[in-house]
């Protein structure tokens, strides 16, 4: 899915401890006001114009989900677009006036969405394509179709299911849909600022990164304070720069005109790939003014310049093609309009100019803030838009925050947006020369002309006649289609209204821990839009956002007025250094306790699993005759794995209610891509070739897995040993019933039961862990299981038992770094009963006796623990861990090695 990607706008950070101490008694109010109303706001970084001081860390996970389109009844199994999203960002103070950010996002989205738009009454559009025993499976994207027509050019009504004529008129139109396997976009943001008494530079760069497209920008911006700081000028520029790889739709594509773009379309495989990039300039200038103690305005306009290849490569227009010989014959009976898709052609350019302004009041009664903004946006395509929101920020006491919130958006339809657009020429209308002979030509080689006439068939420009095998590789000349320049069907440029309305949940806990719980719903309709005239109704759908967020202010190392470290930090460090112990390396879960009654840490963890080279069996390389033979259960394998990447990303919370007792939360978010191969001597070369679409393609999912709960309990803390039991749950909220899209109406069915997203099953997970130290030394071990609390997920299967043995040791390089060596061997069992719902069953991947097996793991890492200075408090640790042995289950992947990075900090 295509998407147009803009640069990433950093803000510099600013300190309200800069505010000059010769500042009138007026402004230092006015700014203490500011502060306070813009506290209770989140996401806005204290006063209008500054930033905190505190390193702080957030963690936020998101759920888009969107509502199904009105396909006035069509019968459909499509699922309406759905998006996980997982942010992460950072901003960390290098020295007083230098500061470093970061931010990473990591969004995968599935289900279906529009490709174009069609009269209802058409012969195709969303043809119901019905599967496996008669069962609806989808809607087919139907492209090319005829539409019966008046003599005013207005369809001719057909009976929704029968497609048989109404008799009656029929304008309305309709999406057309096409679905989409699982695509995961990863964003990546890093930028510096350093300021000055009255002023601030900062520069930001990064990358965006997804099957299909390809991003990098950076930009640079400052500040400049007036007026004892209450009046500050804003200012920044950037690029983007971005390359599109559209792997067009193996299903429309076939029905699509795509000689505009024929010299930008390469060939791999059975793919056809749309190649082309695009560059995007941005300017700001901004304003902020303090104008009472409990109001300021901040005001700005902004320019962006794109160019190059601004299409959406997945979308097109329909033209209905009508013969201007049958609409002028004299007649009254209808006539026959050939409904026909081409890609959608945008101007090669685009000049945007916007006009944003925001009055934020602070209303002391109510200790409450009011934010009011504005934004209007004009451009070259016609697309202008207006937006007004407004929120209301309101603690509630005990740390507690309440924001209502409610937008409004109207937007003008692009000029050359059209639902569907009519063209009185004939479609395909043989070119024919001075002669009468219809002219063709070799698509391997378009300069060579050939002529047929009907005494000499086909013959070359010199007049010689060519053989049967030259001529059945020939195409028709045709007469080159009259089309406007630009047009586009893609809803998103038309022109509707918008209306949304959330609430967002904030609760400040003790030691800088904040947790935060959104949701908006939005709900869009053309007859909504500013003055009318918006497009039908066959455009209006609705979506939620519902997120959930973790944010974490550490407090830094200061330094007193009288020299050294101030006292807080000074209590901080002692009680570091009273509670450091040897931390087990940074594959290990649940590995350590905290040791104080209400202490609490935070932490990040993230794992890496790489799988590929050879297929085994047992202990041996497979070749692919014995795969096909032996991998498929009975049945004959068409592909198998080229390789498979797995990334996991969890957030670590536990607290200490006591000192024997931690509970601890890990929610998980994960994503994984799997390349596939053809088999070397496949028996089915039907079949083959209709799943051919997935070769050297590559599978993705992600979004939350399985959620972790438990309660560790201390059993032993004498000098030099611990030991500890831990009793956790794994709640099943991940996934188990992701399907792949169909191809070539080859039902795709579920995905393989690696790439499922959790277990579907509640699961228990008890560990056994020993930990020592002596000196520079550390040792220690693991006793580790999960056993599977249900017969079977809701997809008919059940994940096998794990046990999991690891002893490791430890030496401290320094007296902050360790260096870790450990050895592993786990056993799992293959995966019980089976799918229950359909699955296309390509290779072994897709049977549940190729999982588990018996393995045995060497690794080596790193711990780090900061003991004093700006980053006190903070631990970090990485472990590569490499397979030594391994004794698969059935035939298999081989595993090439994992990779485990920790980052917690303790409060």
């Given at each position: 899915m295509h998407r147009n990607k803009k640069p990433q706008c950093y803000r510099g950070c600013r300190k309200l401890s800069d505010h000059s101490s010769g500042s009138a008694v007026h402004s230092q109010h006015a700014l203490h006001a500011l502060t306070s109303a813009a506290l209770v706001l989140p996401g806005l970084l204290l006063s209008p114009g500054h930033a905190s001081a505190k390193e702080r860390i957030n963690f936020q996970y998101s759920r888009y989900q969107e509502g199904e389109r009105n396909l006035y009844g069509a019968p459909h199994s499509l699922?309406?677009?759905?998006?996980?999203?997982?942010?992460?960002?950072?901003?960390?103070?290098?020295?007083?006036?230098?500061?470093?950010?970061?931010?990473?996002?990591?969004?995968?989205?599935?289900?279906?969405?529009p490709i174009t738009s069609t009269p209802l009454a058409t012969t195709g559009?969303?043809?119901?394509?019905?599967?496996?025993?008669?069962?609806?499976?989808?809607?087919?994207?139907?492209?090319?179709?005829?539409?019966?027509?008046?003599r005013d050019l207005t369809p001719i009504g057909r009976d929704l299911f029968t497609k048989q004529l109404t008799g009656d008129v029929d304008p309305r139109s309709v999406l057309v849909m096409v679905s989409a396997s699982p695509e995961t976009r990863r964003q990546a943001t890093f930028g510096l600022s350093h300021e000055w008494n009255e002023a601030a530079i900062n520069v930001a760069g990064g990358f965006s990164r997804e099957r299909d497209y390809k991003s990098s920008f950076g930009?640079?911006?400052?500040?400049?304070?007036?007026?004892?700081?209450?009046?500050?000028?804003?200012?920044?520029?950037?690029y983007t720069f971005s390359e599109i790889g559209a792997i067009l739709d193996h299903d429309s594509s076939p029905y699509i005109n795509k000689d505009a773009y024929i010299q930008n379309i390469v060939r791999r495989g059975s793919s056809e790939i749309l190649?082309?990039?695009?560059?995007?300039?941005?300017a700001n200038v901004g304003l902020t003014q303090v104008l009472t103690k409990n109001a300021y305005i901040d005001a700005s306009i902004g320019y962006t310049h794109s160019s190059g290849f601004l299409e959406n490569p997945y979308k097109a227009m329909s033209f209905i093609f009508v013969d201007p010989a049958e609409l002028n014959n004299g007649l009254s009976t209808p006539v026959t309009g050939r409904v026909r898709a081409f890609i959608e052609q945008r101007p090669g350019t685009r000049n945007q100019v916007a006009l944003n302004a925001k009055y934020v009041h602070y209303i002391s009664p109510f200790n409450a803030a009011m934010h009011l903004g504005y934004r209007l946006s004009v451009d070259d395509w016609g697309v202008n838009t207006h937006t007004f929101d407004a929120s209301w920020v309101q603690p509630l006491g005990s740390g507690w925050t309440l924001t209502p919130r409610i937008r409004y958006y109207s937007q003008d339809s692009a000029s050359f947006y059209r639902p569907y657009l009519f063209t009185q020429q004939t479609y395909q209308k043989p070119q024919i020369d001075s002669l009468g002979r219809e002219i063709y030509f070799?698509?391997?080689?378009?300069?060579?002309?050939?002529?047929?006439?009907?005494?000499?068939?086909?013959?070359?420009?010199?007049?010689?006649?060519?053989?049967?095998?030259?001529?059945?590789?020939?195409?028709?000349?045709?007469?080159?289609?009259?089309?406007?320049?630009?047009?586009?069907?893609?809803?998103?440029?038309?022109?509707?209204?918008?209306?949304?309305?959330?609430?967002?949940?904030?609760k400040l806990l003790a030691k800088g821990v904040a947790l935060e719980a959104g949701f908006e719903y939005y709900t869009r309709a053309g007859s909504m839009q500013i003055g009318g005239g918006g497009s039908s109704s066959f455009t209006d759908f609705d979506y939620y956002v519902a997120n959930a967020a973790v944010k974490f202010d550490i407090e830094p190392v200061t330094s007193s007025p009288m020299g050294g470290q101030d006292s807080s930090a000074m209590s901080h460090n002692h009680a570091a250094s009273h509670h450091h112990h040897t931390i087990p390396p940074a594959g290990i879960m649940f590995g350590h306790m905290l040791d104080k009654a209400g202490d609490f840490m935070a932490g990040y963890r993230f794992m890496y699993n790489w799988t590929g080279g050879n297929m085994m069996h047992g202990t041996h390389k497979a070749a692919d005759q014995r795969i096909i033979d032996q991998g498929c259960s009975g049945q004959d394998c068409q592909f198998t794995p080229a390789n498979m990447?797995?990334?996991?990303?969890?957030?670590?919370?536990?607290?200490a209610p006591t000192r024997w007792l931690n509970v601890m939360l890990m929610p998980t978010f994960m994503d994984m891509d799997m390349n596939l191969r053809e088999l070397s001597g496949v028996k089915d070369p039907l079949r083959s070739a209709a799943h051919s679409s997935h070769a050297g393609l590559v599978h993705e999912t992600g979004a939350l897995s399985d959620t972790y709960f438990s309660s560790l309990v201390k059993l032993l803390d004498i000098s030099g040993h611990r030991i500890h039991v831990n009793l956790g749950l794994s709640a099943p909220t991940g996934k188990t019933d992701i399907e792949m899209r169909r191809t070539h109406t080859e039902e795709g069915g579920l995905i393989h039961f690696g790439m499922q997203l959790g277990s579907g099953t509640w699961d228990f997970m008890p560990s056994l862990t020993y930990v020592g130290e002596r000196s520079r030394w550390s040792w220690g071990a693991q006793l580790s299981g999960i056993k599977r609390l249900e017969e079977k997920n809701k997809s008919g299967y059940r994940l096998g038992d794990m046990v999991q043995a690891t002893t490791w040791g430890g030496f401290d390089l320094t007296h902050w770094l360790t260096a870790t060596v450990r050895g592993a061997y786990t056993w799992q069992d293959r995966i019980h009963r089976d799918f229950d719902q359909f699955n296309a069953r390509m290779g072994p991947m897709d049977f549940p006796s190729n999982y588990g097996g018996q393995f045995w793991d060497m690794g080596f890492g790193v711990n780090a623990r900061i003991p004093a200075g700006r980053f006190a408090g903070n631990r970090f640790g990485i472990e590569w861990l490499q397979p030594i042995s391994n004794d698969f289950n059935g035939f298999q992947l081989n595993r090439q090695g994992s990779l485990a990075a920790t980052w917690s900090y303790h409060f």
């Open positions: 699922k309406p677009i759905t998006a996980d999203v997982l942010h992460g960002s950072g901003l960390f103070s290098l020295t007083d006036r230098t500061t470093f950010s970061f931010s990473y996002t990591q969004d995968t989205w599935s289900g279906a969405t559009g969303n043809r119901a394509y019905f599967g496996k025993g008669g069962v609806v499976a989808g809607a087919s994207p139907i492209l090319q179709s005829d539409v019966l027509l008046n930009n640079i911006g400052g500040r400049l304070d007036f007026n004892q700081k209450l009046t500050t000028v804003k200012f920044n520029g950037g190649r082309d990039d695009r560059q995007d300039w941005v070799n698509p391997t080689n378009p300069d060579a002309l050939y002529f047929r006439s009907g005494v000499f068939g086909y013959v070359d420009q010199n007049g010689n006649a060519i053989d049967d095998a030259v001529a059945q590789t020939l195409q028709p000349k045709y007469v080159p289609y009259q089309l406007p320049k630009n047009f586009s069907s893609d809803h998103r440029l038309a022109g509707f209204g918008a209306l949304s309305g959330g609430v967002v949940l904030s990447d797995m990334r996991m990303h969890m957030i670590d919370l536990m607290y």
